[in-house]
């Protein structure tokens, strides 16, 4: 059975930052991209970061979070880790932890659709 378990999440103020972690079972780092998604109130679902070992490494964070937050991964210990700095406001949302194949990664293609498997998600609450 796959799991993927998010925690991390909290309240923190505007310019704080938080670390997401996620831990996956069931399935191997080299077969799949992991990587975030986020979803606000109101709002759909939107690709933030993924990375892969089967391509050599391929990061993606989309332009709306580049350069405050950070993916990386422990693949010994099958974690990924979402670093997120300088938080704002806009970023309060649920982080979903999420695998699917390793092409899916990058900009265009990073989407929920191609998602194969969810965790059930970390509350992140940014305020002013």
């Known amino acids: 059975e796959v799991q993927l378990v998010e925690s991390g999440g909290g309240l923190v103020q505007a310019g704080g930052s938080l670390r997401l972690s996620c831990a996956a079972s069931?399935?191997?780092?080299?077969?799949?991209?992991i990587g975030w998604f986020r979803q606000a109130p109101g709002k759909e679902r939107e690709g933030i970061s993924c990375i892969t070992s089967s391509f050599g490494n391929t990061y993606y964070h989309d332009s709306s979070v580049k350069g405050r937050f950070t993916i990386s991964s422990d693949n010994a210990k099958n974690m990924v880790f979402l670093q997120m700095e300088s938080l704002k406001p806009e970023d309060t949302a649920v982080y979903f932890c999420?695998?699917?194949?390793?092409?899916?990664?990058?900009?265009?293609?990073?989407?929920?659709?191609?998602?194969?498997?969810w965790g059930k998600g970390a509350l992140v609450t940014v305020s002013s």
């Open positions: 069931g399935i191997s780092f080299d077969a799949y991209a």
């Open positions: 999420a695998a699917g194949a390793p092409g899916l990664c990058t900009v265009r293609l990073w989407k929920p659709f191609g998602i194969d498997y």
